[in-house]
């Protein structure tokens, strides 16, 4: 069993910063990866952010849209998401998630978090 927990949404303004966070505790077999996903009202599903293995400094499947905005760093089990230059569109629900592999798609992820709203506004 794995329990994610997050933190660190919030409201700002575009072109402003946030930090999220997650903690991982529970079978470490299953934490090997660790991702975000968002989902804004309009979505039908998740859509992935970008994820870390443990003991690799290399962020996986960063999603085009925040490249260059977004920074991901892991410690043990704890997966961090700078969140910079926000704009409106960054607007959604996120949501960390934890597997044992990286998968692009959140149907293959088992384990998730309660979900964090971030909120920018103009």
């Known amino acids: 069993h794995v329990n994610l927990e997050e933190w660190g949404g919030g409201s700002v303004q575009a072109g402003g910063s946030l930090t999220l966070s997650c903690e991982a505790s529970?079978?470490?077999?299953?934490?090997?990866?660790m991702a975000w996903f968002r989902q804004r009202a309009s979505d039908v599903g998740r859509e992935k952010v970008g994820?870390?293995?443990?003991?690799?400094?290399?962020d996986t499947d960063i999603d085009s849209s925040v490249k260059g905005r977004f920074i991901f760093s892991r410690d043990n089990d704890i997966l961090t998401l700078q969140m910079n230059s926000l704009q409106i569109e960054d607007t959604a629900m996120y949501y960390c998630?934890?597997?044992?592999?990286?998968?692009?798609?959140?149907?293959?992820?088992?384990?998730w978090g309660e979900g964090t709203q971030v909120t920018v506004f103009s």
């Open positions: 529970g079978d470490s077999h299953d934490t090997r990866c």
């Open positions: 994820s870390m293995y443990r003991n690799e400094e290399r």
């Open positions: 998630a934890a597997e044992w592999s990286c998968y692009y798609q959140a149907e293959y992820y088992r384990n």
